[in-house]
């Protein structure tokens, strides 16, 4: 064989960080010997996978092409190293997880993973849809847990469960005590909402098309508990989905508005790259993922 694991853990990590010294950083190498390890598989080839802009290194169209079939090679040469040394087919994960998801549905799954594999490791990357999307295609993580709609030729985006936004005020708010909510309602109301480019906002912006410029949206936040505190305090009302607030309208903390005229029904998605190698581990918890839609 004419190219080295240690070659292409080091062609990935620059590639990663487009930046020779912190892949070197990253592999606990010197940056001459990195440096050297990439020159000596291009070498070794005839071929050149960056482009150099300044001190950083631009994968070309040949390094892009190249790098989702390094990427699979790692993680099956990972796969094979986590079963020589814990003698069991499950391993390490990293997940990606939007913020419902990874803070009310992602543990019990984890419980369910680690259950038949204790000696694993499990990192989960809480944020936007947005940033899931980018550590994806860049291969930081395994698979992503969205709810914003994607769409990339790269990803392979499944629907996973249904769920839907409710708006919602404090007890003390003036709405509170409407049993049907309309429109004009909305129109008139403080909003506190998610960021742009979160799922939640972008549930919410479909259902509100062509009155969105008419919205007062007066606070953005990037955490559902800060916006629900904020809608505690009668700083507005916000739309958030059913899972982050069922305990909260079970005691009554927050109270439910009823908007009969507004779709804010969505689906929850899990995506995988396509050119991702699934091991043993993303199987175990994709079949998970599959069992909890029908618990």
């Not at 007062?216 to 809608?231: F, G, S, Y």
Request: hydrophobic share 40%.
């Amino acid at each position: 064989m004419r190219y080295s694991l240690r070659q292409i853990q080091v062609f990935l990590a620059i590639a990663h960080h487009e930046n020779v010294s912190r892949a070197a950083e990253q592999l606990s190498l010197s940056q001459s010997a990195a440096s050297g390890a990439l020159k000596e598989l291009e070498n070794q080839f005839d071929l050149q996978l960056f482009d150099r802009i300044g001190k950083r290194l631009k994968l070309n169209e040949q390094g892009r092409m190249l790098r989702v079939k390094a990427e699979s090679l790692m993680a099956m040469a990972q796969e094979l190293q986590e079963d020589f040394s814990r003698h069991n087919a499950l391993g390490n994960l990293k997940i990606g997880a939007t913020l419902t998801i990874g803070n009310y549905l992602c543990v019990d799954l984890i419980e369910q993973y680690l259950s038949h594999a204790p000696g694993a490791h499990i990192n989960l990357d809480i944020a936007n849809t947005e940033k899931i999307t980018r550590e994806l295609l860049n291969f930081d993580i395994d698979v992503g847990m969205l709810e914003g709609e994607i769409q990339h030729p790269d990803l392979n985006i499944q629907p996973w469960r249904e769920d839907r936004l409710i708006c919602f005020c404090s007890p003390e708010h003036p709405l509170a005590a409407k049993s049907h909510i309309t429109v004009d309602d909305l129109r008139t109301a403080t909003w506190v909402l998610r960021e742009m480019g979160s799922g939640t906002r972008q549930t919410f912006d479909r259902a509100l098309y062509g009155h969105l410029p008419e919205l007062n949206i007066a606070i953005e936040l990037e955490q559902t508990e800060a916006i629900k505190r904020a809608v505690s305090k009668r700083l507005g009302i916000s739309a958030l989905s059913e899972i982050a607030l069922a305990e909260d309208f079970e005691h009554g903390a927050l109270v439910p508005l009823p908007c009969p005229e507004l779709d804010f029904s969505r689906s929850l998605y899990i995506a995988v790259h396509r050119q991702k190698y699934r091991n043993a581990s993303l199987e175990r918890w994709l079949d998970l993922c599959a069992g909890a839609v029908h618990q």
